[in-house]
């Protein structure tokens, strides 16, 4: 169901700062929901102590997928339901031909699945409204947020934190996560 | 990694050849030598004199070009001479691989490698050397003295019409004399590179007030050069594949044989390179090049891997389908013959064992799973020569593989090793001046 939910965020002027920021919040029992920032902070991933993504696991799978599609796509037509005599070839599985298509394949797979996996899992869709918590979040400046709801977030220190870190705006906010 | 990573302290070491390092690659040039020469009497007394009847008969009628032919040497010379020659040319590649990385990184503006730099630019010292080996073994030896490439047989050009529409290029001023000019084009390019990198060391690196190094005059100098090197390497190094390797079977050609070469080249320089690391690694040097930058090296193996499969298979595919017998030969010479378990050797040391292990993101990360598949890479990449090689020279006959095979490749890697050592204690570990040396050890390939 969507509801409102409550969000503390703040809002930073300089990578170094949120970096230093979730590095201290980290080291706490408070937990980052999230950091928006207009361009990749390298070590951020770290300093919020996410988890590393499965979606190799799922490149693998989909790359599995294609492979076994290529093979049995050409098996069945080449070799199966109606074989034929092309240049001489071994009708019965000659490998290296099918080496292309099972390649091409597993290529297309892995690449369609994967980015379709990641659209879906990080809510990159059509229709979904973006959140916002700052305007110029996409622009110049840097948002950490928390969940208000989540277990042991303590507000105090977490805002104590972030303006120690150098957080000039620091805020409450209910909103539909996903729409604003 | 803490936090405040402003302040990175760079430490620079400088390597030391110890005397038991010095010894090993003693060892290993001796034991070279001496299994080569055991190798050879040991053949010689067997006497594969009736072996090379047969041989010479069934090559002959397969219409094989380049292989024995009896009245030019012997089979076992021919034989060391092949071995010499891969040797030789292994090690070269290696040389000119580590030139290649240090240029290719300067012209991308990449800064991740630069706290290991230093490795890939002793490699690259060695290219004086492994040049002149490959002229002299290929050329002075092969070509000049004993005429073991088929092509090279005086007055072949007269009665061979193939051959003699090749005559342009396949002639032996062209091999004795065209390649040491572009190997000394490549000699003047890894002396320039090297000079402006420890030119740089030596200089005021200027660092601002947030502890940059704002000193790139050296850096931007090596760009131009590298880029120069890229573009004449590509060449040249084409070239070279033709003549030394590909021109062993003279009736033969492959439009793809040189960039074939060249990820054999990539390939085993990057495994060098990482294989070196490690070593160096485990010495105690190197405490700022960690598992981000293997990482990334880990990737690069990976990926020139399917690189290499791939262009093994645009070659091998095009030939077998279409099965046009000028082509069709090259292949049954070394499928359909003595030679089938190389074949399939190479392929699963080549691409399915390092395709393997190199997949996950823990095994790129551990120094053991590097080691394996780097192991599988050069001990695949020689079986890779080898095939490119000893079948167009002695035929079958050198299909089953000895003493004198190990002490070729002991022989050059001993000498290899020797001057890679030699060239990394000339100059600090780290170039400490670089500009992108904090990035280098800042570098960072994420969760």
Not at chain 1, 151 to 174: P, R, S, W, Y
Not at chain 2, 146 to 157: A, Q, V
Not at chain 2, 258 to 278: D, G, P
Not at chain 2, 323 to 330: A, D, K, Q
């Amino acid at each position: 169901m969507r509801r409102n939910r409550k969000f503390l965020y703040g809002v930073f002027n300089h990578p170094d700062d949120i970096l230093n920021a979730a590095y201290s919040v980290s080291a706490t029992r408070n937990q980052i929901l999230d950091c928006f920032t207009p361009f990749a902070v390298h070590g951020l991933d770290r300093a919020m102590k996410v988890k590393r993504s499965r979606l190799a696991l799922v490149a693998f799978l989909m790359g599995l997928t294609g492979f076994t599609l290529a093979l049995s796509l050409q098996y069945y037509t080449n070799v199966f339901d109606w074989p034929m005599n092309i240049g001489g070839k071994p009708a019965q599985l000659a490998v290296p031909t099918f080496v292309p298509v099972c390649f091409e394949l597993t290529v297309l797979c892995t690449a369609y699945g994967m980015g379709i996996t990641f659209f879906l899992r990080a809510r990159i869709l059509h229709g979904v409204r973006e959140t916002v918590f700052e305007a110029r979040q996409s622009d110049d400046h840097f948002v950490m947020c928390f969940d208000m709801e989540s277990k042991g977030l303590n507000i105090e220190e977490v805002t104590g934190l972030m303006k120690k870190h150098g957080a000039f705006d620091v805020k409450q906010v209910e909103m539909i996560a996903g729409a604003k | 990694m803490a936090h405040g990573n402003h302040n990175i302290e760079i430490t620079n070491q400088q390597f030391e050849f110890t005397s038991k390092q010095k010894m090993f690659t003693y060892i290993l040039i001796v034991l070279g030598i001496v299994l080569l020469a055991a190798g050879y009497f040991m053949e010689k007394s067997n006497a594969p004199a009736s072996n090379a009847s047969e041989i010479t008969e069934q090559v002959l009628s397969s219409h094989e070009g380049g292989a024995a032919e009896g009245e030019h040497g012997d089979l076992v010379t021919k034989r060391l001479w092949a071995n010499l020659l891969l040797g030789a040319y292994f090690t070269f590649l290696l040389g000119s691989g580590g030139l290649f990385f240090v240029a290719v990184k300067n012209v991308a503006n990449a800064g991740w490698h630069v706290g290991f730099k230093r490795i890939p630019e002793a490699m690259a010292t060695y290219l004086p050397l492994g040049g002149l080996f490959v002229v002299l073994i290929g050329g002075v030896w092969g070509v000049l003295g004993s005429h073991y490439y088929h092509w090279s047989t005086p007055g072949i050009m007269d009665t061979d019409k193939i051959l003699n529409g090749k005559k342009a290029f396949l002639n032996p001023l062209f091999y004795c004399a065209g390649l040491p000019f572009f190997f000394a084009i490549w000699y003047y390019v890894q002396r320039k590179l090297r000079a402006f990198s420890i030119a740089e060391d030596n200089d005021n690196p200027n660092v601002n007030a947030k502890g940059d190094i704002m000193n790139d005059k050296w850096f931007n100098k090596s760009i131009g050069i590298s880029a120069f090197w890229i573009f004449f390497f590509g060449f040249t190094f084409s070239i070279t594949a033709w003549l030394v390797i590909m021109s062993i079977d003279a009736h033969w050609f492959s439009t793809i044989f040189s960039i074939y070469n060249f990820a054999v080249l990539w390939v085993s320089t990057l495994s060098s390179i990482h294989l070196l690391l490690i070593y160096l690694k485990a010495q105690g040097y190197y405490k700022h090049v960690n598992d981000e930058h293997k990482h990334d090296l880990g990737k690069f193996m990976f990926a020139f891997t399917v690189f290499w499969t791939y262009i093994w298979l645009a070659q091998f595919l095009l030939i077998w389908y279409a099965n046009f017998s000028e082509e069709v030969t090259y292949y049954n010479a070394r499928w359909t013959s003595h030679y089938m378990p190389y074949f399939i050797t190479n392929l699963l040391l080549n691409f399915v064992a390092p395709f393997l292990i190199l997949m996950t993101r823990n095994n790129k990360r551990n120094p053991n799973t590097i080691i394996l598949a780097a192991a599988a890479i050069l001990i695949g990449k020689w079986n890779d020569l080898y095939l490119m090689i000893m079948p167009g020279v002695t035929g079958d006959y050198g299909s089953i593989f000895g003493a004198m095979e190990f002490g070729a490749i002991f022989l050059f890697f001993g000498i290899f090793l020797h001057v890679v050592f030699r060239s990394l204690t000339k100059a600090n570990l780290t170039p400490v001046n670089h500009p992108y040396i904090k990035e280098s050890v800042l570098h960072d390939v994420g969760v």
